[in-house]
């Protein structure tokens, strides 16, 4: 597969899936390229300490997942330069700095949502990985962090770190992050969700490219949204019911390809899951991110079961995704 166009960034971020710890990995942005050929993917965020001193290769990816941002949580401005560096020799199409994660092991790193409180830090991490790459450099932020929420908070941010840095694309996470005292779940679901914040932030930087996470859960709630904003980031509803990227490229970006089946989808995993295997991947460490492609269809629980009950076997197979599919009433078109 090409390398598809994405000179335009703006337009690839119109919809995105969000990175997310231990989900989204090269076997899931795999399947959900399936799904959609222009939706932007995003990796875990992957720590500089990772990429310079860990053992193993955080940067491998497939050609397939084009367009696909390389998120980055640190705080060293060399550090993220030479790993920004690294990511564009490697061919992402987009670097991602994470000013959003609240977990305290992120913030004992000095990194993720905490740095809402250092703009100028930020604003020195972005320049620093601008220098040595062509590509775009991005932030994910909250819209504040405990009780620094007010707007003023935010804009202050926003300006400090696009003034600063040059910095052209924010995703604003329309949550405030407390960073301690609930846990990472908690804090993408207690803190209440304020999309207009977001709105205000594109009308009062005009110039930005600006788009919206947290708690979308269809595609009309996102063509609402691009209403107001350049785009739109859709997280744990993209991975528990993934079906929802299956009509994106036909009603977020206007082609008029034929949307595809979920079977026709299951199909066309099985030579990319038969080469992984062959390079010693287990099946279960795949077919974990396609649990959910039946989600309330006849048969979805069936599928859900066996998959789970026998991917983690020894030598287990695509013959295990043909038995599961066969979970689904045959009489079904999809």
Same mark, same amino acid.
């Not at 290769?57 to 560096?85: I, M, R, W």
């Not at 690294?86 to 905490?114: H, K, M, T, W």
């Not at 299956?246 to 995993?269: H, W, Y």
């Given at each position: 597969m090409?390398k598809?166009?994405t ?10 899936v969000?990175p997310m710890l231990?989900?989204?990995d090269?076997h899931?942005?795999?399947f ?5 050929s222009?939706?932007?993917?995003y990796?875990e965020?992957i720590t500089?300490?990772a990429i310079?001193? @860990?053992k193993?290769d955080?940067?491998a990816y497939?050609?397939?997942?084009h367009?696909?941002a390389?998120?980055l @949580? ?6 993220l330069?030479t790993?920004?560096?690294?990511g564009?020799e490697?061919?992402?199409?987009? $670097?991602n700095?994470?000013? @959003?994660?609240?977990s305290?092991r992120v ?7 905490? *740095?809402m ?5 930020? &604003?020195?991490c972005? &320049?620093a990985? =601008?220098?040595v ?10 819209i ?14 926003v300006?400090?770190v696009?003034e600063?840095? &040059?910095?052209?694309?924010?995703t604003i996470?329309?949550?405030k992050?407390?960073l301690?005292?609930?846990?990472p779940k908690?804090n993408?679901?207690?803190?209440? !969700?304020?999309y207009?914040?977001a709105y205000?932030i594109?009308q009062d930087?005009p110039?930005?490219d600006?788009a919206v996470?947290g708690?979308i859960k269809? !595609?009309d709630?996102a *063509?609402?949204h691009?209403k107001?904003?350049d785009?739109v980031?859709?997280?744990?509803? &993209?991975?528990?019911?993934p079906y ?5 490229d036909?009603? $977020?970006f206007?082609?008029?390809?034929p949307? =595809?089946?979920r079977?026709q ?10 080469e992984?295997l062959s390079?010693?991947s287990?099946?279960?460490h795949i077919?974990?991110?396609? $649990? @959910? !492609?039946?989600q309330?269809m006849p048969?979805a629980?069936?599928w859900?079961?066996y ?6 076997? =020894? ?5 295990v995704?043909q038995t599961?599919?066969n979970? $689904?009433?045959?009489? !079904?078109d999809v």
């Amino acid at each position: 597969m090409t390398k598809p166009d994405t000179t335009s960034q703006f337009n690839a971020s119109r919809l995105s899936v969000a990175p997310m710890l231990d989900w989204t990995d090269r076997h899931c942005r795999y399947f959900h390229r399936l799904l959609s050929s222009q939706t932007l993917l995003y990796t875990e965020m992957i720590t500089t300490g990772a990429i310079i001193h @860990g053992k193993g290769d955080f940067l491998a990816y497939n050609q397939e997942e084009h367009p696909v941002a390389l998120q980055l @949580g640190g705080s060293n401005p060399t550090d993220l330069a030479t790993c920004a560096k690294l990511g564009a020799e490697r061919g992402y199409d987009e $670097i991602n700095l994470n000013v @959003g994660c609240p977990s305290d092991r992120v913030q004992n790193g000095r990194f993720g949502a905490c *740095l809402m409180a250092e703009p100028d830090l930020v &604003a020195e991490c972005v &320049a620093a990985m =601008k220098e040595v790459v062509d590509i775009p450099v991005t932030v994910k932020t909250r819209i504040g962090i405990d009780d620094q929420d007010s707007y003023e908070f935010l804009t202050s941010f926003v300006s400090t770190v696009s003034e600063k840095a &040059a910095c052209e694309h924010f995703t604003i996470h329309a949550r405030k992050a407390w960073l301690s005292g609930l846990s990472p779940k908690e804090n993408r679901e207690i803190p209440p !969700l304020d999309y207009p914040r977001a709105y205000q932030i594109k009308q009062d930087f005009p110039h930005l490219d600006i788009a919206v996470n947290g708690g979308i859960k269809t !595609l009309d709630e996102a *063509l609402e949204h691009l209403k107001f904003l350049d785009g739109v980031m859709i997280g744990r509803e &993209a991975y528990q019911n993934p079906y929802i990227l299956a009509e994106v490229d036909q009603r $977020i970006f206007g082609l008029s390809t034929p949307v =595809k089946k979920r079977k026709q989808v299951v199909e066309e995993m099985y030579p990319y899951i038969e080469e992984q295997l062959s390079k010693g991947s287990y099946l279960g460490h795949i077919s974990r991110h396609m $649990i @959910g !492609l039946f989600q309330a269809m006849p048969g979805a629980r069936q599928w859900r079961r066996y998959i789970s009950e026998n991917a983690h076997k =020894k030598g287990a197979g695509i013959e295990v995704l043909q038995t599961a599919l066969n979970k $689904i009433p045959q009489e !079904l078109d999809v």
